[in-house]
Nanobody, 124 residues
Framework: QVQLVQSGGGSVQPGGSLRLSCLAS????????MAWFRQVAGKDREFVSG????????FYEDSAKGRFTVSRDNSRNTVDLQMHSLKPEDTAVYYC?????????????????WGQGTQVTVSS
């Protein structure tokens, strides 16, 4: 079992950058594949980026490619999402998630543990 605690996020102007972090306050993050999802009120939670347990494979939703970078440090029990060139449509609550599966699913239903969520607002 793992407990995920998120930090980062906030408000930024279009074109700005933010970094989200996800820390395993209990358990070993290295035992899990990880992902970042985001959700806008009234819409389904959507996959943004994922990373394999070793960090050797990363995955990005099309709108995140070239702008977002996911990384992990299993020795520090952290997974980060660095976001650049932010757009108003990136505004959402962002969640980190962990799965016991050996692959990185793109559907939220296959994740076992979730962070508390953090708001990202991109607005001028």
């Amino acid at each position: 079992q793992v407990q995920l605690v998120q930090s980062g996020g906030g408000s930024v102007q279009p074109g700005g950058s933010l970094r989200l972090s996800c820390l395993a306050s209990a358990g070993r993050l290295g035992d899990y594949a990880m992902a970042w999802f985001r959700q806008v009120a009234g819409k389904d939670r959507e996959f943004v980026s994922g990373i394999s347990w070793s960090g050797g494979s990363t995955f990005y939703e099309d709108s995140a490619k070239g702008r977002f970078t996911v990384s992990r440090d299993n020795s520090r029990n952290t997974v980060d999402l660095q976001m650049h060139s932010l757009k108003p449509e990136d505004t959402a609550v962002y969640y980190c998630a962990a799965t016991v599966l050996s692959r990185v699913p793109w559907t939220p239903y296959e994740y076992d543990y979730w962070g508390q969520g953090t708001q990202v607002t991109v607005s001028s």
